[in-house]
């Protein structure tokens, strides 16, 4: 039997309304300052795992939220401008995964994962950043592909932030310890596929049309394609 990793859906800060979720167990929350105390007691409420997401693009005038340490997990994105005193500073801290965009990650493909001193646990934005916006690229370079699949196979868990269909390659994802994406609904749903709850009494195909998935049935295609149908078969008892 395949198995597929858990979407994770990110939520704004400033949210107010969580949806209901019952095939999503992990939920993150991005945070661009300390969160309201009431917005974390909602969370607490939720039981799911919760991971705290930062970016930090300006390692001159940048801090971390005093409460991210509150949360069971902390993503530290790192935009390429970010030297490697906060590399060293991230890595020292406890219960936190280090992130890249797809253009601070460059800087180490030219060097195997085993030789570099990266943490086991990775997470990966793929974008291009600059202080005032991020755009996705039309598709990741194969070196980046092969760096990141040589990276798995040296035992380390990737986690990957899907941004429409940017991510070119379906063994990343694959792979990949859990997918991260900023639809929620679509993670519910796509959740509730992968683990057999969703519509029990009833077989959900998916069915692509993009390079990417190649008219393949994978349920990942609901993260990644822009023209997706969901087919119901009803069982007959």
């Known amino acids: 039997m395949t198995m597929f990793p858990e979407a994770v859906p990110i939520i704004d800060q400033g949210t107010k309304r969580i949806l209901s979720l019952v095939f999503t167990n992990k939920l993150a929350i991005e945070l661009r300052s300390d969160i ?8 607490s409420t939720l039981n799911k795992e919760i991971i705290g997401i930062v970016r930090v693009n300006d ?23 970010v030297g490697e ?11 936190t995964i280090i992130g890249f965009t797809l253009d601070s990650l460059i800087r180490f493909v030219k060097i195997r994962p085993g ?8 997470f990966i ?14 598709e990741i370079p194969k070196a980046v592909i092969d760096w990141l699949m040589d990276y798995v196979d040296s035992g380390g868990d990737l986690y990957v ?18 997918i991260f994406t900023y639809d ?12 057999g709850g969703f519509m029990a009494n009833a077989k959900i195909s998916i069915k692509a049309e993009c390079n990417f998935c190649r008219n393949s049935l994978n349920p990942l295609c609901l993260l990644t394609c822009p023209n997706v149908d969901l087919v119901k078969e009803m069982g007959v008892e």
């Open 59 to 81: 390692e001159f005038n940048a801090k971390l939220p005093n409460s991210l340490g509150k949360f069971n997990k902390a993503i530290i994105i790192l935009g390429p401008e």
């Open 85 to 95: 005193s906060w590399l060293k500073y991230a890595m020292s801290l406890t219960n």
């Open 161 to 178: 932030l899907v941004r429409g269909d940017s991510i070119n390659s379906i063994d990343v994802l694959m792979h990949s310890r859990l």
């Open 184 to 195: 929620v609904r679509l993670a519910e749903l796509y959740n509730g596929i992968i683990k």
């Open 125 to 138: 934005d793929p974008v291009i950043s600059n202080s005032d916006m991020s755009v996705p690229p039309k």
């Open 36 to 43: 309201n105390p009431g917005t974390l007691r909602r969370l």
């Open 115 to 122: 030789l570099l001193n990266i943490p086991s646990e990775l």
